[in-house]
């Protein structure tokens, strides 16, 4: 399957951001234990480059990078083995450099006229971020005007409050620290808590009517 296939078919794509690799690969293990097997690694995080890469082995996950900031860093991610690139804003040479090397696209933007220029400059998904500050509402009031572009929440989105928004027709959330908060401790405990967050928010979301 096609990776714009998985993002769309999983819905909810984890955000792994500050921890190590070993802690990160355990983490992604627990995640996959959950139900969720899309990982973005953002690449403030230590050894970020390394952590796509040992996860990108690990079977059955589909591992994108997050936090990429210009073209230069989306060519380190992919050729790391990241499948798709996520950013905060808008900048058309991260676009064009994730379209370069076959990779989904999912720049970021906060009003109307940024998803269609996102979406016209070849990005696959649109991240609307901070979507804390929008909310469901605005998802579905862009399905009027930009139908054809593919929204993902980002920035506020919860496990509790994930299934609100694909219900007004977001293609899939962004899921930062409500799944996977920071820690000291990458203990069974923390990583069980995990496990039962993503599951959770598969349950929420089959209960909701959101396709998983």
């Known amino acids: 399957m096609k990776t714009l296939n998985k993002i769309i078919e999983g819905k909810g794509i984890a955000i792994i951001r500050g921890y190590r690799t070993e802690d990160a690969v355990k983490i992604a293990r627990a995640l996959k234990k959950g139900g969720v097997t899309l990982l973005e690694v953002t690449l403030n995080s230590p050894d970020a480059l390394r952590t796509i890469r040992e996860l990108s082995n690990e079977s059955g996950m589909t591992v994108g990078a997050g936090t990429v900031l210009d073209g230069a860093a989306a060519q ?29 696209s999912i720049p970021g933007a906060y009003t109307p006229s940024e998803i269609l220029t996102a979406f016209e400059e070849g990005a696959d998904i ?78 929420l979301a089959m209960m909701r009517g959101v396709r998983t």
């Open 76 to 104: 380190g991610a992919i050729e790391a083995g990241a499948k798709f690139i996520l950013s905060p804003t808008l900048k058309v040479e991260t676009i064009r450099t994730a379209k370069r090397y076959g990779v989904v």
């Open 126 to 203: 649109v991240k609307v971020f901070p979507a804390t500050a929008l909310g469901p509402s605005f998802i579905k009031d862009m399905q009027g005007p930009l139908p054809q572009v593919r929204l993902l929440p980002t920035g506020g989105v919860t496990v509790e409050n994930a299934a609100t928004f694909l219900e007004a027709g977001a293609i899939g959330v962004g899921l930062g620290s409500s799944l996977v908060h920071k820690t000291e401790c990458v203990d069974e405990a923390f990583l069980n808590e995990i496990e039962m967050k993503a599951k959770r928010f598969r349950e």
